[in-house]
């Protein structure tokens, strides 16, 4: 059964940072991409932020380039997020998701054509 745990959420005040986790059991981790997304209330879901199998490529939405940085360790099976600069307007549920490797990663996240998802956890930043 795969299961994908989100953890690291939390309210901060704007330029603050905060680190998101999110635990990976259940299939060949190392065999999928891995992609953060965010919706916030009333708005559509975005692709955040994806990094390749072997995490030596990622690719950023504009509006978190430069503040985010995604990683991965395939040993643990765990995915980080680690934001940085954070704005009133990161303010969303944040999802982490695995697309089994195939294609243009970037592109599968602009379209969130990811294969599993995971719960979600909250991320309120206050100005």
């Known amino acids: 059964q795969v299961q994908l745990v989100e953890s690291g959420g939390g309210s901060v005040q704007a330029g603050g940072s905060l680190r998101l986790s999110c635990a990976a059991s259940g299939y060949t981790y190392s065999s999928y991409y891995m992609g953060w997304f965010r919706q916030a209330p009333g708005k559509e879901r975005e692709g955040v932020a994806c990094i390749s199998t072997g995490g030596v490529s990622t690719d950023y939405a504009d509006s978190v380039k430069g503040r985010f940085t995604i990683s991965r360790d395939n040993a643990k099976k765990i995915l980080y997020l680690q934001m940085n600069s954070l704005k009133p307007e990161d303010t969303a549920m944040y999802y982490c998701?695995?697309?089994?490797?195939?294609?243009?990663?970037?592109?599968?996240?602009?379209?969130?054509?990811?294969?599993?998802w995971g719960q979600g956890t909250q991320v309120t930043v206050s100005s």
């Open positions: 998701a695995a697309a089994r490797a195939g294609g243009n990663f970037g592109l599968r996240l602009r379209r969130g054509e990811f294969d599993y």
